[in-house]
């Protein structure tokens, strides 16, 4: 599709697709004529309008900057560098929980790839780490169950109310018991931050909390299996990094444009847009295949080949522009972090070939349920 029509109107779901590189940093940076208002297409449910009044990825600038200065004052480089010995520490938990355990195959996801950034994730907010089945239950009920189109139908909106009245009962009994409370904190912070000259009532702060807590950790999980899938199919690669651990950023900026954890990255068009050849009308939902760009041939030399040495790797993977992942930098040391630790406990691991890997629909998410290691 990226070389016969490289946007292209998908009839079905009336989205227009956009495969191509060039094109797609377009829609992801020009925020004037691509916003991430979606509200025009996601049906009106007043618990889901509620539960998202405090989504900042879904506002525009103005709105958007004043929300994510709150949050991003809290998240500097210098508070996520400081969070490095705590996920060592709880890398290396889970690592001697399966050696205890006398265990010689795990599955990497259930096993270290999400305990680990759902762990952080949880104590960077100041909630409940026993909890952590919850929040995966949720992330998955909002990210992969009901399918990629779920907020934009009646019946997909309906299929995950369940998952957003119970999160959102959760997150507002933990904001009012912090404003009860002088317990430091993310939350905390939040409820005494200021925008436009007046506090964030509860709702939006549990709007900001949901889109941490959804944001921070399936994602992050995925992107630390695809790096192991992408060393277990190149033994070279695998046998670089273990006699030079300085080259695992690059590698892992490689998985990022190799298998981009996220399918999709999804704006409406402002107004008539003319892109690829074709003229796409204002109102129209416009979705980037990050998948595709990633491989783009016009923008990477030999995009199929995994290649830890390139130059440049400028990937989607975290979006680029206003709305640039807030958590790239915690993602990408947690997941350096965890390979570290593997490389360090194992001579050798392997994904067996004896027992099928689980992935996600891959329509909704890129990446796996199971990874048997
Ligand atoms: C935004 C991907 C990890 C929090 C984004 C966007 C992408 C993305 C593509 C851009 C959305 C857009 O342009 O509309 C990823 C991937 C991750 C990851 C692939 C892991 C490998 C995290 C983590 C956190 C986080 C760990 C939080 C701790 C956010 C937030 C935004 C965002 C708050 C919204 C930013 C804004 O709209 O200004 N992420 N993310 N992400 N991400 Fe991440």
Redesign the pocket.
């Known amino acids: 599709k990226r070389q016969s029509e490289p946007v292209s109107l998908d009839e079905t779901s009336g989205r227009w697709q956009v495969f191509g590189y060039r094109d797609g940093v377009t829609v ?1 940076t020009d925020a004037k004529r691509f916003s ?1 208002d979606l509200s025009a297409f996601i049906p009106d449910h007043e618990e889901l309008k509620t539960f998202t009044k405090g989504n ?2 879904a ?1 525009d600038d103005p709105r ?1 900057r004043q929300m ?1 200065s709150l ?1 991003s004052q809290g ?1 500097t480089p210098k508070f996520v560098q400081g969070l490095a010995p705590r996920i060592e520490q709880v890398a290396t938990e889970l690592l001697d929980r399966i050696r205890d355990q006398g265990r010689d195959r795990i599955d990497l996801v259930g096993d270290l790839a999400h305990p680990l ?1 759902v762990t952080v ?1 949880a104590e ?1 907010m100041g909630l409940p780490v026993a909890d952590r089945h919850l929040f995966r239950k949720w992330a998955d009920a909002l990210l992969v169950d009901n399918g990629v189109d779920a907020l934009f139908s009646e019946e997909g909106v309906a299929a995950m109310a369940p998952s957003i009245r119970e999160m959102n009962q959760y997150l507002l009994s933990h904001v009012r018991e912090y404003r009860a409370s002088d317990k430091a904190g993310l939350i905390r912070a939040l409820v005494a931050a200021e925008t436009d000259g007046r506090r964030l009532d509860d709702q939006e702060i549990v709007g900001f909390l949901a ?2 807590l959804i ?3 399936l ?2 999980s ?2 630390f299996t695809n790096a192991i899938l992408c060393l277990d199919e190149n033994p070279g690669a695998m046998k670089e990094i273990r006699a030079d651990r300085g080259l695992i950023p690059d590698m892992l900026e490689e998985v ?1 444009r190799y298998r ?3 399918v999709w ?3 409406r068009a402002t107004e008539d847009v003319e892109l690829g050849g074709k003229r796409i009308p204002e109102g129209s939902l416009v979705s980037v295949s ?1 998948v595709s760009v990633g491989r783009d041939e016009s923008e990477f030399k030999d995009p199929d080949t995994f290649d830890i040495h390139r130059e440049q790797i400028r990937h ?13 930098p ?2 990408r040391m ?2 350096r972090i965890a390979l570290n630790a593997m490389l360090d406990r194992y001579d050798d691991f392997r994904i067996p070939t004896d027992e099928p890997i689980v992935f996600h629909d891959p329509k909704d998410f890129n990446g796996t349920k199971y990874l048997p290691l």
């Open positions: 992801a991430n900042f990825q506002m958007h994510r949050v998240f950034p994730i960077v889109l941490l944001a921070g950790h994602t992050t995925t992107m990022l981009s954890p996220l990255l999804d704006r990050l989607l993977a975290f979006g680029m522009g206003i709305h640039f992942c807030l958590g790239a915690l993602a947690e997941v």
